[in-house]
């Protein structure tokens, strides 16, 4: 959690350097305007996936994240994502509507990969990531997840979290959803 990172660490300072806010500023935003999440936990966050974890189909809170590659596993842990899925969901596209119930249902048999399967509404992408790639993507707006990590060496992940709003936050359930308290 953001609130358990160290003050003066690398990541937290990164987080908070007004250059790098800028910087994602002007690839995300027309106005240049952006924010830091207000979140106390989950606005800048280290995701650990140790063997045989994953993290299903989902949408985030955020408006915008930034991830940062900072350890690859031994296999899995693959980034995929259909991009700009919930404007095709609000449009009540018969076909997306059906890949993403059926990309849904089928994770939880720990799928290895959706890009090896057909999809007719939806634009499964796999992102290759490897150590120190930077990640820049509306999870809001686009349904992604990451497949299961194998073997001794950790999957680990820094998420940085931004907003075009000041002060938004997680909502009390995501909180207590990833790391086990509300504040």
């Not at 994240?65 to 693959?78: A, D, N, R, V």
């Not at 997680?170 to 959803?177: D, F, G, T, Y």
């Amino acid at each position: 959690a953001y609130d358990e990172l160290r003050e003066r660490g690398p990541l937290k300072t990164l987080y908070e350097t007004d250059a790098l806010l800028r910087f994602i500023a002007s690839v995300i935003t027309t106005d240049d305007v952006l924010y830091r999440l207000a979140d106390p936990l989950g606005a800048c966050t280290v995701n650990v996936f140790r063997s045989c974890d994953s993290h299903f189909w989902h949408f985030d809170e955020s408006e915008f994240t930034t991830t940062i590659m900072l350890q690859e596993p031994i296999s899995g842990g693959y980034f995929e994502l259909t991009p700009f899925t919930r404007h095709k969901l609000q449009e009540h596209d018969p076909k997306v509507e059906a890949d993403v119930s059926r990309l849904i249902s089928q994770d939880g048999d720990n799928v290895a990969s959706a890009t090896d399967q057909k999809t007719s509404g939806c634009d499964v992408r796999r992102l290759d990531f490897t150590e120190g790639t930077l990640s820049i993507f509306g999870g809001r707006q686009s349904l992604h997840r990451v497949t299961p990590v194998f073997g001794e060496r950790d999957r680990l992940v820094a998420v940085l979290c931004w907003a075009k709003q000041q002060n938004v936050t997680n909502s009390p359930a995501v909180r207590k959803l990833f790391w086990g308290r509300e504040g």
